[in-house]
């Protein structure tokens, strides 16, 4: 890099990346490949905590409370069950103990935000990490 007046700097570093985004034609391409190197790499050190992890969902039938109740039950809690397990194996494969490890599979229960809200919904759609000094 050169300044107005033509002095050049040279730096040498190491950056992380955690989010890469590869052209595919006329599409773009993001692949998430750390996310879970990384909460693993958190998670161990805290070797002093219990870590539940919560699987969350998103509900398409918000707008009708016996469809709502009926997809929650059928579709969103095994859902976010499996979702949460994955998470878990996954962390168990990196080194994470599993014996400090559960799962709760929480559906739709608790969205973060509103699920009529069609832009930002996608939100609801996680995995958290809950630490409990054992």
């Known amino acids: 890099m050169r300044d107005a007046l ?4 040279v730096s040498q570093a190491t950056a992380s ?10 599409r773009l391409r993001m692949v998430i490949a750390r ?9 161990t050190k805290y070797p002093g905590y219990k870590i539940t992890i919560e699987g969350h ?3 398409v039938y918000w707008y ?7 997809e929650q039950a059928s579709v969103l809690v095994p859902l976010s069950k499996a979702r949460a397990e994955a998470v878990k194996k996954a962390l168990v494969d990196l080194g994470v103990s599993e014996a400090r ?3 709760q599979d929480l559906g739709a229960s608790r ?3 509103r699920f009529s809200d069609l832009d930002s919904r996608w939100k609801n ?3 958290e990490f809950i630490l409990m000094r054992q």
Request: aromatic letters at 0%; glycine letters at 8%; charged letters at 25%.
């Open 64 to 70: 009708d409370p016996a469809k709502g109740r009926q």
């Open 35 to 43: 996310i879970l190197q990384r909460s693993a790499a958190i998670l």
């Open 57 to 59: 969902a998103v509900m």
């Open 6 to 9: 033509g002095n050049k700097t």
């Open 125 to 127: 759609r996680r995995v």
């Open 111 to 113: 969205p973060i935000v």
């Open 17 to 26: 990346v955690d989010v890469l985004v590869l052209r595919d034609g006329e």
């Open 101 to 103: 490890m559960s799962t």
